[in-house]
């Protein structure tokens, strides 16, 4: 496609269920980052996926978090028995990933848990 | 920690003037990006300047990067009111090239 699409837009849960939120990056693309911004606040770093290497899982808060690309494209961010603290907009990006390329953001995953 | 912090945190200028945001950072780069962000959501990037320039311009903006005293300012100038929006910036940690971004600064351009 001609951006990184993400979906759903809006997702509203309830407190304890399960959730996976979509990232579909730019054709060719290597690297994938998911970022969380809550209310106000900057950019949280989540994780990264460049081409087959092993992602950097650094940023994850929890163990309730977790992602995974499949066939170095389409990415999903999980997040089980989500919580009130996890509402937060799920911010994903893309660059052509040979390093100091800029990342395109898509519109973001509004995640409002209740 | 946050790599990168914006300051102000909020700036509130008139159609017209140009509005300066600053961003200074803790360890060495290897460059540093400066986003827009509307309405909360997806961010636009705007420029990059590489550890070993100094200064670069894109139409309005202008950016300067200082690596001896780990900062970097955008100006905007002739501001609009279409400029409304968060400005970060996002510096990576030297041998990591994962951007890193800061808490933004807010700015309003009233019309």
């Known amino acids: 496609g001609a951006g990184v699409s993400q979906s759903p837009s809006n997702k509203v849960t309830e407190k304890g269920k399960d959730v996976e939120l979509r990232c579909d990056p730019i054709?060719?693309?290597?690297?994938l980052y998911w970022y969380r911004q809550s209310l106000g606040q900057g950019l949280e770093f989540l994780i990264y996926?460049?081409?087959?290497?092993?992602?950097?899982k650094s940023g994850l808060p929890s163990d309730r978090f977790s992602a995974e690309r499949t066939g170095g494209s389409v990415s999903t961010l999980t997040i089980q028995r989500t919580q009130q603290e996890d509402s937060a907009v799920y911010l994903c990006?893309?660059?052509?990933?040979?390093?100091?390329?800029?990342?395109?953001f898509g519109q973001g995953t509004r995640l409002t848990v209740v | 920690s946050q790599q990168g912090e914006e300051d102000p945190q909020a700036l509130s200028i008139q159609e017209g003037e140009n509005a300066t945001m600053n961003c200074s950072y803790k360890?060495?780069?290897?460059?540093l990006q400066w986003y827009r962000q509307n309405s909360g959501r997806g961010l636009v990037h705007l420029i990059l300047?590489?550890?070993?320039?100094r200064e670069k311009h894109s139409g309005r903006l202008r950016v300067t990067l200082d690596t001896s005293k780990k900062s970097s300012s955008l100006l905007i100038t002739a501001s609009r009111a279409a400029d409304t929006a968060s400005y970060f910036c996002?510096?990576?940690?030297?041998?990591?090239?994962?951007?890193?971004f800061g808490r933004g600064t807010s700015l309003i351009v009233h019309p």
């Open positions: 996002a510096t990576d940690k030297g041998g990591s090239y994962i951007p890193t």
């Open positions: 996926f460049q081409g087959n290497s092993a992602p950097d």
């Open positions: 054709s060719g693309h290597t690297a």
């Open positions: 360890t060495s780069i290897n460059n």
């Open positions: 990006a893309s660059s052509r990933g040979t390093g100091r390329e800029v990342a395109f």
């Open positions: 300047i590489r550890s070993n320039e």
